[in-house]
């Protein structure tokens, strides 16, 4: 009642706390100013975030590896190129006369472009097919035209432009004879075009996202706009730092980390906001001035909720050991995301709901004095039925999932072939198989080789007598200096498909081979060898990174809880958990969509942020057990703990595992791939995990959960047995 004195007690915290200085009468008004200056100054920095985008292959491979040190050479000989190359094929019967005129015509075309990305004067071709040794005039079925381009941060996004300019001179098929633009430069302008309305769209459909969910969850048109409003602030200003300090202090920023910041925002900050919007109608049934119902909510919420955005951040600031320099890259920016969410749903948030009052809710407002609905709700029910036999309850689950995630077997993270990279298969893709059939495989993305003047032609033999290199193309490149520094540098073009393990075995090769040529101080690069590094690169991460995130949540839910055994058990039912999403996913990829395989990193990103996002129900659900615990009981605690916080968690988790699916919009398969393993993983922390493993192991072990505080041994002050339990009042 309001009269009492624990009403009259709380409605003094309230007033005197941290909390007060976000929601008071007069102080909301200056919070909700702060943030619109912030955002109006935020803004145009963010509209600026994708042009500051860094896609090239330096912002993806470890500084450290060969390849890098080979591209940085290269640069002294000649600017950084990547092969176009434009197949021309009659398919079951020789080029015509008329073929080979519309191809040296073609050639010209190409010659006369003129632009900061296409060299044209330094075209090379046309070469014809093996079947006539080469000879004009022979019976040859296809053609092939090299066409260098020039390729930095500035000209990357260009190159749709440049093979639509191509493509403008070569025309199109006809008569039939095929005409492709592919190659290195036609199949990164593939993933240019998926890059370059990635924020856009996902901005869009995560925020489609978001208001079914919110709507679904609340039943208010109305107070679903203030989350919504809040997650939009919140994606500017980040957007808006991470411009800066990309402009000026060096942080890589690339299309994956740009897409994944949009959607952890909107995922995180809807899940805070939840909540917080949870507790903060608790309160309003329980005082009549909705500033002092925030600021209790706040004061009861916020530990929880700033635990939950702490372990996403340091979790994110562990990829800064990482090898991967997009991987290292993406550390900072979800971190920087992930705490501006929490700044602004901890602040702009609660100020907006009490400026707006109680009327948000509607048609389902939570007046004063009304009973709690969650008292008599299902996950009431849940947590009274799982109390009654909690050890074969968690013995039973934790057995499914660890069945299911023997799926694991079907696991195939070795990486994924730029034929297998997209959802539909472009022309460009289509080209380099066409290529393949008529010329070495690897043709137009050869291997790049530098070494010592002195030593060059005891290199140059040893590579073309190394297995899988195509002897009579090594040679020095057109358009590249002869020396410089007393170094050369010469190309060799592999007879296996370039992104494919046989060529990766094959650069294994070369490069056990030149390292023994005394004195030469030879490199093996190109994009072959890119890929190879970017493997051993991931796979260093992968054994570091993993531990090092599994140490920082163990230790905030050990500070958390002030508990050890309660902090251990969550990390396995964490692990479990991500084991079994990635048992299920490897299955459905498998057998439902056909996917040939997984990106290296898909596995690490799959459990950071499975780990990181999938404890913050664990911290969500435990805090509140642990608050009724030192009132109710262990054991009524955890089943009040369930009941008061089922529904929002489960909407968080429906919220959250929506926004990340929203990668499949994106037409690359390591995307889809990323996205339903993480939202599969999300559900399964929702709705089993959390509710039924984590609520049965606590109710097994009892008050012991908590060793060593004094929980562990203290007996209740009052107690009532977990099936007549029912959600405290706190």
């Keep these: 009642m309001p009269g009492t004195p624990r009403t009259q007690r709380e409605r003094g915290q309230a007033r005197q706390g941290v909390a007060w200085l976000v929601c008071g009468p007069r102080v909301k008004w200056l919070v909700l100013g702060f943030w619109l200056v912030v955002l109006v100054v935020a803004a145009p920095f963010a509209q600026k975030l994708a042009d500051e985008q860094d896609n090239t292959t330096s912002s993806w491979v470890p500084r450290s590896a060969e390849s890098t040190q080979v591209l940085d050479i290269s640069e002294e000989f000649r600017p950084e190129t990547m092969p176009m190359v434009v197949v021309y094929a009659r398919e079951g019967g020789p080029l015509t006369a008329a073929d080979r005129e519309r191809i040296d015509k073609g050639v010209g075309g190409i010659k006369q ?14 070469a014809f097919d093996r079947k006539d040794g080469g000879k004009k005039g022979g019976e040859a079925r296809a053609a092939q035209v090299y066409v260098p381009l020039t390729v930095n941060n500035d000209t990357y996004n260009d190159l749709p432009d440049a093979v639509d300019d191509v493509r403008d001179a070569v025309g199109e098929s006809a008569d039939g004879l095929d005409v492709y633009v592919t190659g290195p430069a036609g199949i990164n302008a593939e993933f240019s ?115 939950s955005s702490a372990t996403v951040v340091l979790s994110m600031l562990v990829l800064l050991v990482a090898e991967m320099n997009s991987t290292r890259g993406l550390g900072p920016v979800a971190a920087i995301g992930v ?52 050890r074969v309850t968690w013995v039973v689950t934790a057995m499914a999932l660890a069945a299911l995630a023997l799926g694991l077997t079907q696991l195939r993270a070795a990486g994924v072939s730029n034929e297998d990279a997209f959802l539909d298969k472009p022309d460009s893709v289509t080209g380099q198989e066409v290529s393949a ?55 060799a073009t592999l007879t296996d498909p370039s992104d494919s393990e046989a060529a990766k075995d094959t650069v294994e090769r070369v490069r056990d081979a030149v390292h023994d040529v005394p004195d030469a101080d030879a490199k093996i690069g190109g994009g072959t060898a890119t890929l190879l590094d970017m493997d051993k690169a991931t796979i260093h991460d992968d054994k570091l990174v993993i531990p090092l995130v599994l140490v920082v949540v163990l230790l905030i839910l050990g500070v958390l809880l002030r508990a050890i055994v309660a902090p251990l058990l969550l990390i396995a039912t964490v692990v479990l958990s991500f084991s079994t999403a990635l048992g299920i996913s490897a299955l459905v990829f498998r057998h439902v969509f056909d996917f040939p395989g997984e990106s290296t990193d898909f596995p690490l990103f799959v459990f950071v942020f499975l780990v990181a996002l999938g404890i913050d129900y664990n911290i969500f659900l435990t ?106 009042d706190v």
């Design 113 to 126: 472009l003129r632009s900061h990305w296409i060299r044209g004067d330094e075209t090379r071709g046309p």
């Design 193 to 307: 075009k998926a890059f370059a309305d990635i924020d856009s769209t996902l901005l869009l459909s995560a925020g489609a996202v978001v208001v079914v969910a919110l709507l679904i969850t609340y039943r208010s048109p109305v107070l679903l706009l203030v989350p919504l409003f809040s997650a939009v602030v919140s994606l500017f200003v980040a957007q808006a730092l991470i411009y800066v300090l990309a402009e000026h202090a060096g942080l890589t920023v690339n299309g994956q980390s740009a897409g994944i910041l949009t959607v952890l925002v909107f995922g995180a900050g809807t899940d805070y906001a939840l909540l917080l919007v949870a507790r903060y109608r608790e309160e309003l049934r329980r005082h009549e001035d909705r500033h002092e119902a925030m600021a209790l909510a706040l004061h009861r919420a916020g530990p929880a909720v700033i635990a």
């Design 339 to 390: 705490g501006v969410a929490l700044l602004v749903m901890l602040s702009l948030f609660p100020a907006l709901l009490v400026i707006c009052g109680r009327w948000l809710f509607w048609p389902k407002i939570p007046r004063h004095g009304t009973a709690d609905p969650a008292e008599k709700g299902v996950w009431a029910r849940m947590g009274r039925r799982i109390a009654r036999r909690p």
């Design 437 to 491: 059939d008529y010329f070495p495989a690897g043709s137009g993305d050869p291997l790049v080789v530098v070494a010592d003047k002195a030593k060059a032609e005891d290199v140059g033999r040893v590579v073309s007598g190394t297995r899988g290199v195509d002897p009579a193309t090594v040679a020095v490149p057109p358009g590249t200096k002869p020396e410089h520094d007393g170094k050369v540098l010469y190309e």
């Design 623 to 728: 805090t509140r057990i642990r608050e009724d615990a030192g009132t109710h009981g262990t054991r009524t605690g955890v089943v009040t703990g369930l009941a008061a916080t089922g529904a929002v968690i489960t909407s968080a988790g429906l919220v959250l595992a929506g926004t990340f699916a929203v990668l499949g919009t994106i037409p690359m398969v390591a995307f889809v791939e990323v996205g339903f393993a993480v939202a599969l993983g999300v559900l399964l922390d929702t709705f089993v995990v959390r509710s039924i493993l984590v609520t049965s192991l606590f109710l097994d072990v009892g008050p012991r959960i908590w060793w060593p505080h004094a929980l562990a041994e203290e007996q209740p002050k009052r107690s009532s047995p977990p099936g007549d339990a029912s959600p405290s």
